[in-house]
Structure formats: C-alpha cells, structure tokens
C-alpha cells in the first residue's frame, strides 16, 4: 500500500493560530494601558483578555465553519446574494434591538470599570460575536424552510412509495439543527464567560461586589438562553412532527385505528431510523446547546471574585 506524502498543513495552522492569538492578548493588553491606568484592573484584565482571545478564536473558527456549511448546502437550498441581503438586513435589525437591551444592563458595568479601552474592547466582541454567529443563523432560518417545504410536500406527494427522498431530507435538517446548536451555544457560552471574567474585572477596579453580582451573570446566561431557544427550538419541532408525518404517511392507520402486527413493527422501525421517538434524549445535543448559556452563566457565577 502506498503512503500518501505527508505535509506541514496542519502544524502551520496550529502555529499560525498561535502567533494569532499572542498578538490579540498583547493588543488587548496595550488598549486597555493605554487607555488607562492599567494598575487599577491588574491580573483580572490579563485574565479576561486570555479567555476572550480564546473566544475570539473559536469564533473565527465556527464563522469560517458555519460559511462552510452555507456553500456546500444543496442547490435548491443554496441562498441566492437577494435572499442573503435580506436576511442579513433583518439579523441586523435583531443584532442592533438585542445590543441595546444588553448596554443598558452593561451601562453600570462599564461607567464602574471606568477604562474606555476596557469599554472599546467589550463592544468590539460584541459586533464580532454577532458575525461569527451570522452564518449559524443563516442556516437555521433556511432549515426552517426546508422544515416547511417537506411538511408541504409530504401532504401533496408523500406516500409509502416516496419515502426515501423525504428521510434524507430530515437526516439534513437535523444535521443542520444540531451542528448550528452547537456552533451558536458555543459562542454565546464563551460571551458568558467574558461576562463573569468581567465582572472579576470590575471588583478587582474597586467595585463593590454587590453592584455587579453573580445573578446578574446569570441573567445575561438567562437571556442567552431565551434568544437562542426562541431561534432553534421551533426548527427542532418542525423537524419532529415533520418526521411524525412522514410516518403516518409512509404507514397509514387501517380502518379501525389499530394497527397490525406489521404496520406496528414498520412504524416502528421507521421512528427509529428517523430518530424522532424520544429524540431529544437519545440526541440531546440541541437542548443541551439551548441550555449551554445558562449553565455556563452558573458555572461562571461560581468564579471567585478575590475580594
């Protein structure tokens, strides 16, 4: 059997990621001294500033991902510049209606910290994080399309004899749900942690404790989690009673409502190849990524404070 030549691909991009991410800690480290008095934050910054980079990386990543996934969806699914324009116009007009909740709630937060390096920062992350989760929304406003169409179609050409079609077309909506719940959960959960880290910040700069608590990073981990299930969670019950559909289609009740031993066992074994009984505990990934903002909130919120 012949070797493939090996290459450096990967060892460069792992150095390059590297050399990336020590020039984002340093460049957050020489904002936020020259913006201030750099004695006044100390260690808490440089820890913030080092989960931030990290975060910052991991957006990259899923933002390149998620573009990824945008293109190599199928043709008839492939967003054409119009549609892209559009959605983009509306995610702007959801991205600018939640900021503003979130500086209200963060207007204390950055009058306490009082470093408008440290302010600048924070609202550079934000516009970023909104990018980085740009493609991830994309893709679950086009899956809940896709969602509606198979519903659509299963009532005007489903039957036992066009089944396959419509499996595969579910097996690629729950790809996409479950790839675009983890991608968005990751991004809002490293926002989370950029918050308690904060919040470490702003003690360490002679905050009281009790004008930045741990229940308001909670909070923020609450409304995460309440925009991102607003978002995903109708896609994931579309997804399921579409499969519910394409069951009683595939295998219709006899006349008398009770299925036969067959009908019984081929229903069956098409929930099971779907996936839709009992899916949101054999596949959780979904929920867990609705919830992963939240339970990071909790986590976080146990991070000492130093004071």
């Not at 039957?159 to 809002?188: C, H, K, M, T, Y």
């Not at 309440?226 to 219709?252: M, N, T």
């Amino acid at each position: 059997m012949h070797r493939p030549s090996l290459n450096l691909s990967s060892v460069v991009r792992a150095t390059m990621t590297a050399i990336v991410a020590v020039a984002i800690f340093f460049l957050m480290l020489s904002v936020e001294a020259a913006a201030g008095d750099r004695e006044s934050t100390g260690g808490a910054f440089a820890v913030w500033a080092t989960a931030a980079t990290i975060g910052l990386l991991a957006w990259t990543f899923v933002f390149i991902n998620g573009v990824g996934r945008l293109r190599r969806l199928d043709p008839p699914w492939r967003p054409d510049v119009r549609w892209v324009v559009g959605a983009v116009t509306l995610l702007l007009l959801l991205a600018v209606a939640a900021t503003t909740f979130l500086l209200l709630l963060t207007t204390e937060m950055g009058r306490n910290v009082g470093n408008p390096g440290v302010i600048a920062i924070v609202r550079v992350l934000m516009v970023l994080g909104w990018i980085a989760a740009t493609p991830w929304l994309l893709l679950l406003w086009i899956t809940d399309e896709r969602v509606r169409w198979l519903r659509t179609y299963l009532f005007s050409n489903g039957g036992a004899n066009r089944v396959l079609a419509p499996i595969r077309e579910l097996d690629a909506v729950w790809q996409a749900i479950e790839r675009a719940s983890l991608a968005l959960g990751l991004v809002l959960s490293t926002l989370v942690i950029n918050t308690a880290l904060m919040r470490n910040v702003s003690i360490e700069a002679g905050v009281a404790p009790a004008s930045f608590s741990q229940w308001e990073v909670i909070g923020y981990g609450v409304f995460f989690m309440v925009i991102l299930a607003a978002i995903l969670i109708p896609v994931l019950i579309g997804w399921r009673d579409a499969g519910f559909d394409l069951v009683s289609l595939a295998v219709p009740d006899t006349a008398s409502g009770i299925p036969d031993e067959a009908g019984a066992a081929a229903r069956e074994r098409l929930v099971v190849r779907i996936g839709i009984e009992r899916s949101y505990v054999r596949h959780p990934i979904p929920i867990l990524g609705v919830l992963s903002p939240f339970l990071t909130a909790f986590a976080t919120s146990l991070i000492p404070t130093g004071s």
